[in-house]
């Protein structure tokens, strides 16, 4: 029975000792592996900020839009009545001509 608990000991000290040497080889990658990770999603969280800023501007930019739109119809508006009162100015302007020339 002795010697049975020596080998299991001697077993029980090598999976420790393995294990021991894993854990001291892969510590310092798995350590590396998640300072990396924090250090990429500290990145991503700074872009996705960058980015919402850069959406809200370009959303409150492009507010704009619709005023320009409304503006463009006024102007239209504004350019049909020229039209019309320029039309109006030149039978007024051959009306008077036509006046001065049966008066003279």
Known sequence: MNKKYSIMTDVILILWAVLLAVTVLLLPLIVHLLHRTWTASKSIERYFKEMKE??????????YV??????IS???????????????????????????LKQN
Request: zero cysteines; glycine letters at 12%.
């Open 54 to 63: 850069a959406g809200l501007g370009i959303a409150k930019n492009t507010g």
């Open 74 to 100: 006024v102007a239209s508006g504004i350019l049909k009545v020229a039209g019309e009162i320029d039309n109006n100015a030149k039978t007024i302007k051959e009306a008077v001509s036509e006046r001065t």
């Open 66 to 71: 619709n005023e320009l739109d409304n503006t």
